[in-house]
Every structure is written in structure tokens, then in C-alpha cells.
């Protein structure tokens, strides 16, 4: 169970290219703040890369609140901050829910995050 939850840390912390081989070929994304419903590898990950960039171009700081790994499932929650130039630009709580298949990789991503200066 260890594994699924290093895999889902680093999925919420936004090193997508780094778990991309555990994602499974029809995974689906849900997020729901943006009422986006992302079906397949493929636009699951061109999705992430515009994340990815967007990350690459501020300063982030995300604090893992906590985690919870049960019967092929994880749970991470917590807080993040995004500066431009030291200042704050957004800040977000966020909780994602991961669901695994028996090979190991994530199936369904569940995610619910409340974002707007803090």
C-alpha cells in the first residue's frame, strides 16, 4: 500500500511525468471545481503538462494536511500556495481521491479543491 500512496503524492504534487507509466490507459479525471471530466491517458497527461507548465512558471508551496490508504484507494489532503514574485497569486485546499486496479495503477482521480487568495 506504500507504493499506491508515493504514487498518488506524487500525482497531487504535481510530478506527472514521473508517475505518467501508472496511470491506467482509461483513467479518468474529475475536477470538479472546473467541471472537467478528462477520460484516457492521453488527455489526462496533456491536461497535466499544461499544469506542469503553469507550476514551472510560479513558486509553489503544497503542504500535505494528511492521507489515508484503504483497499486499493488514496486519500491525500492539504494546502498550496502559488507566488509570482513573492507575491501570493492563489492559494488552494484541495483533497484528492485516488482509486487503484489490481495492477497497481490509478484508475479514477477525484479531485475537490477550494482555491482563492487566503
Known amino acids: 500500500m506504500e507504493n499506491l500512496l508515493g504514487v498518488a503524492r506524487l500525482f497531487s504534487g504535481g510530478k506527472f511525468a514521473e508517475v505518467a507509466d501508472r496511470l491506467a ?3 479518468e ?3 470538479y471545481e472546473d467541471r472537467k471530466h478528462l477520460i484516457g491517458k492521453a488527455q489526462v497527461m496533456e491536461f497535466c503538462k499544461g499544469i ?4 514551472s512558471s510560479i513558486e509553489t508551496d503544497f503542504r500535505e494536511g494528511g492521507s489515508l490508504v484503504a483497499e486499493g484507494k488514496v486519500v491525500i489532503y492539504g494546502y498550496g500556495e502559488f507566488k509570482r514574485d513573492g507575491e501570493l497569486v492563489n492559494a488552494v485546499h484541495s483533497c484528492d481521491v485516488y482509486e487503484f486496479d489490481a495492477m497497481g495503477r490509478i484508475r479514477t482521480i477525484h479531485s475537490y479543491c477550494n482555491s482563492g487568495q487566503q
Request: net charge negative.
Open 52 to 55: 506542469a507548465d503553469y507550476f
Open 25 to 27: 490507459d482509461e483513467v
Open 29 to 31: 479525471f474529475h475536477i
